[in-house]
Every structure is written in C-alpha cells, then in structure tokens.
C-alpha cells in the first residue's frame, strides 16, 4: 500500500523503520510536527522522524495544523492508501481522515479502552497496572475510541520506568503495526469495536503531577517517580531549590522517618514517606549534573532539620 506516516517523537522510529523495510508497503511522506526547540541552547530542530524520513528521501510534511488547506490539497495529491500513525501529537480533522481509503490506523500503547489519551504507559506505571500492551486501532473523530484491530500485552516489571516500558512496546509495536497493515491490505484483518467498559483516560502528566508528595505511602513515591522518568522528570524541593529524583527503591525495613525527614549514611541515603522510608538512587540538584544520593547528601550535609518537600 502506498502509506503517509504520521509521528513525531523518538517512539515513532521503530515502526517508520519497520514500514520503510517493509516489502509490501510503500511510505511516500511523512507528517509530523513543526521543528521546535529543544536542548540547553533553546535551538530549533526537526523532530526525530523528520530526521529519519530526510536520511531515507521521503517527503516531509509539516503542517501547523492538520486542517490547513495546503496540507490537505498534498495529502490528496500524494493518494494514500492508508496513514498509520505513531505519537503524532495533533488532532486529526475529519477532512484528513476520509482522505486515504483505509482510513487513518493509530498505534497505541495501551489495552484500549483502558487509558485513552496522550499518556497511557505513564498513567499505566502510575497506577501499578500489571499488564499493558498496545492496539493498533482505526482512527475515529473520537479520542482513541475506534475499532481495534490488533492487540499486543506486556508485563509491567516491579523497576520499569515508563521511558523502559516505553522503548519495548515502541518495538513490540512496529511489528504489529506492519502486521496490521498487511492484513487490511489483503482483506483478512477486521477491526472490532471497543467494549464500552473498562473506558480510563491518561491525561499528559505535567511537571506539577510530578512533584512528590512525601506523606505519600511509599508505593505510591516509587510509582509516580518510575512514571515520570524520563518526562516530566520527578523533582521536591531542597533548601528552596529544586531537586530532580530518579528511581527510588522501597526500604521497608529500614527505621520510620518523618516525611521528607533525610537520613544520610555512607552508602544509602533514606526519606521519609507516610509509611516505609524509601532510598533515593540518582539526583540532580538544579544546574548540576546528574549524582548519587550518597554524593549529592555528602556536599550538602543535610542537617536534623533539613527536609525534602
């Protein structure tokens, strides 16, 4: 099938890959979108698949929004048979959706209808979800509400950060993908309706959702944290400045601490939560490098009285 892609982020890669070394499918453009800046420097770059589709001479299309006129006019110029999509990041407009025959096929990681939305493998982290996996689904006006046409599952391990978790169904889900295409292409594939129970939303998680909340139980601490890593990166607050925290582990029988109260020894460094106390593993103060906990605690000395908040 002749096929526009559709993806912006490092997660799209796999399955444009994929798609470009497919022998049955031809990709004639991508749209993904408009170069932002990024980096310490703030300097404008071109999203990861734009960076792809240039390496590999394909079209790039980079609309403002997808309902441009002059976007739509080249999507019907270029005659899709099909646009598989992977974290574009915009909303679709009916006038682009009825433009290639097959319809628009998003790949999703989620087990639709659980965690709808722009986040679902964070959401998925975040409420200790023990099965995830991802859909490949027909797009629909609606949000991640179209019929599903394949499914894959994944556990979720007790140290998955979402970046982890992320990075196998991106790659699970390429060959899904592929698979889903090909099987629209020679008639054999269906999609079935989603069940109207079970329907949750995942919402993107923002840099105030990842400030953690010490009088937190402690499961809930290691969750939100391992949900957000790589984005938006967890952070508390030390001596009025900011602190970004990676993964901690559960220290359920070390001795109860207040919460936020931190105890510094020589190889661990333990906080207090509103249960168990936890062990910080990485930390970054702000405008330094990224450090240990037991090297970070041995500039700082935090004193009796110092807290994480």
Not at 166 to 182: F, H, N
Request: proline fraction near 10%; aromatic fraction near 4%.
């Amino acid at each position: 099938m002749r096929l526009v892609f559709a993806g912006t982020p490092q997660t799209a890669l796999p399955s444009l890959r994929a798609l470009i070394g497919s022998p049955r499918h031809e990709v004639v453009a991508v749209v993904t979108r408009p170069d932002a800046q990024s980096g310490r420097g703030r300097k404008v770059h071109p999203s990861p698949v734009a960076q792809l589709a240039e390496e590999s001479g394909i079209e790039i299309l980079r609309p403002a929004k997808a309902s441009d006129p002059a976007f739509l006019e080249r999507l019907r110029e270029l005659a899709p048979d099909c646009c598989p999509v992977v974290a574009y990041g915009a909303l679709l407009p009916q006038a682009a959706l009825d433009i290639p025959r097959h319809g628009w096929v998003n790949l999703h990681f989620s087990l639709l209808p659980a965690w709808r939305g722009a986040a679902p493998v964070q959401h998925a982290v975040l409420h200790g979800d023990e099965i995830t996996g991802a859909c490949t689904f027909q797009i629909v006006k609606e949000l991640d509400a179209g019929p599903v046409y394949g499914v894959l599952t994944e556990r979720i391990q007790p140290h998955d950060t979402s970046g982890a978790l992320l990075e196998r169904l991106a790659e699970a889900g390429a060959e899904l993908l592929v698979a889903t295409l090909d099987g629209i292409e020679d008639g054999t594939l269906e999609a079935r309706p989603q069940p109207p129970e079970g329907v949750s939303y995942a919402p993107k998680l923002t840099v105030d959702d990842a400030r953690v909340d010490w009088a937190a139980p402690a499961m809930r601490i290691d969750r939100l944290i391992r949900a957000c890593t790589p984005s938006p990166g967890a952070w508390s607050e030390f001596r009025g400045q900011r602190v970004k925290l990676g993964p901690v582990r559960l220290a359920p029988g070390a001795e109860r601490l207040k919460p936020g109260e931190i105890s510094a020894g020589k190889k661990a460094v333990l906080v207090g939560t509103g249960t168990h106390p936890v062990e910080l593993g990485e930390v970054q103060p702000q405008g330094k490098r990224v450090m240990t906990a037991v090297e970070w605690a041995r500039g700082v000395r935090p004193a009796p009285e110092d807290r994480l908040a």
